[in-house]
């Protein structure tokens, strides 16, 4: 998909409100990819369910868990990952996803990722964060039990929200082998499905 731009127009949930949640996309199928597109909405914006997926140049926009899902993906140079008031970036359940060359931004107070469920996986690398970052990193949801599950882990980033200092103790701060599963296509083995997007 290219230069797509879905938007889910719900208002903004008021705080406290449960069941507010509007996706703007949810992909479930498998080797999938965008293209210069924009997602806007507010609580869980981008469901990336199943499947191997891929997402370059795309700005996502949200408040909540805009980012959740199961899938195994891809995010690179996507300018802008964009937060309103107070947020938590991201949730995933037995995912696996990778960011790469993103820009965070946005207003409030933000965790990179959330530990919804035990086996979570996020890795950010050479992604600039912005102030909104909690200097913790990431959160658990308060189940200690998740700190040896999750692999939560940051390389070579940049930008105000990624100073390391106050981190989490069960974030990883990857060494260059260890980052190197995340930055090539291998991760979505994308050798055997993803072809050069088309020109203009």
Known sequence: MRLAVLKNTAPMPRDGVQGAQAVAMRISGD?????NCKFHGYQDTLCDDTGRHFFKNCFIRGTVDFIFGNGRSIYQKNAKL???GYSDILYFHKSGFSFIHCNITGTG??????????MSRVVFSYTHMGRLIDPRGWDNKGIAGR???VYFGEYKCLGPGSVTDG????ARLLNDKQARPFLTMDFIQAQ??????PAV
């Open 192 to 197: 055997s499905w993803l072809l050069p997007p």
């Open 147 to 149: 700190n040896r599950t």
């Open 109 to 118: 107070n933000a965790f990179l990722s959330r530990a919804w469920r035990e």
């Open 82 to 84: 964009m937060l309103l």
């Open 31 to 35: 080797m999938a990819a965008f293209y």
């Open 167 to 170: 981190r989490v103790k069960y």
